[in-house]
């Protein structure tokens, strides 16, 4: 591991993934809620882990308002403290 370095490590492995698979599967396609909403069924959560950086709050809340489902929506950022409420919000859905 000491050879490797971390400032070079994800560029290197995304050089690597488009040379020997392709380079679609490096790629961020991006979000359409729409097609996603339609493929989910109401025992089918749909869970949207992000990475550094990323925020797609607003997107959701506009496509869930959109639906007619605003009010409805109910959404909190993970951090200390918060796993009893997401634990609620669980139960509750």
């Known amino acids: 591991m000491k050879a490797l370095r971390p400032d070079k490590l ?41 990475s550094s950086g990323s925020d797609p709050k607003d997107d959701f809340n506009k496509f869930c308002e959109e639906m007619g489902m605003g009010k409805r929506n109910d959404s909190i950022s993970l951090g200390k403290g918060q796993g009893e409420k997401a634990a609620e919000l669980i139960k509750e859905a």
């Open 10 to 50: 994800i560029n290197g492995i995304q050089n690597w993934i488009s040379e020997k698979i392709g380079r679609q599967f490096i790629l961020n396609p991006g979000w359409e809620y729409g097609k996603v909403f339609k493929d989910s069924k109401v025992t089918t959560p749909l869970i949207i882990i992000l």
